[in-house]
């Protein structure tokens, strides 16, 4: 059974930081691309990040909004994917998924973790 | 305002099809794949339709997609109450380099 569990979430103070946990299981994690979603009260879902797989260097992508306070990590031997989260805004505030791409059979976001919440706040 | 446009909000009545529109543009819709999702609520998102048109296991084939230019659509048939969900498509995007979701339309059945 493929499982994707996020942790780490929490209360932060602007300014600060935080890293979630994405631990997956059931597939080769270093054969996927694993990315970062995130959804905020009230708003849409929005994408924040990518790693792709071993085959592909583990390159990874960042959308504007987070380009430069966030990075994402990746432990092939934990089986964990990680989203350090720096410089953190009250707009950070979200629910924040991590979720498996098969890029093989172009089947992004294939399965998804359950969230673990954000929010940013003084 | 996201590059990949949908109608914020629809409606059907039960056994109705519905669809709902994407509208993007050639640095996304119009040269990558779509894909379609489903964010029942309290719960995670979920993978309805990829690579434009196909299913995952386990969707029912009342779920369709297709896609033509830089628009793509998501049709819903033999509505059923609950379908109510937020409903979103999302497409790479090489001027970005990123993934781009539409805004997400929120689907009611009356």
């Known amino acids: 059974e493929v499982r994707l569990v996020e942790s780490g979430g929490g209360l932060v103070q602007p300014g600060g930081s935080l890293r979630l946990s994405c631990e997956v299981s059931?597939?080769?994690?270093?054969?996927?691309?694993i990315d970062w979603v995130r959804r905020a009260p009230g708003k849409g879902l929005e994408w924040i990040g990518r790693s792709r797989n071993r085959a592909r260097g583990h390159s990874t992508d960042y959308a504007a909004s987070v380009k430069g306070r966030f990075t994402v990590l990746r432990d092939d031997s934990r089986n964990s994917l990680y989203l350090q989260m720096n410089s953190l805004k009250i707009e950070d505030s979200a629910m924040y998924y991590c979720?498996?791409?098969?890029?093989?059979?172009?089947?992004?976001?294939?399965?998804w973790g359950q969230g673990t919440l954000v929010t940013v706040s003084s | 305002q996201s590059v990949v446009t949908q109608p914020p909000s629809a409606s059907g009545t039960p056994g109705q099809r519905v669809t709902i529109s994407c509208s993007g543009g050639s640095s996304n819709i119009g040269s990558k794949t779509v894909n379609w999702y489903r964010q029942l609520p309290g719960t995670a998102p979920e993978l309805l339709i990829y690579n434009n048109y196909q299913r995952p296991s386990g969707v029912p084939d009342r779920f369709s997609g297709s896609k033509s230019g830089t628009s793509a659509s998501l049709a819903i048939s033999g509505l059923r109450s609950e379908d109510e969900a937020d409903y979103y498509c999302a497409s790479w995007d090489d001027s970005l380099s990123g993934m781009v979701f539409g805004g997400g339309t929120q689907l009611t059945v009356l």
């Open positions: 979720a498996r791409t098969d890029v093989s059979i172009v089947k992004d976001l294939d399965y």
């Open positions: 059931g597939f080769t994690f270093s054969d996927y691309y």
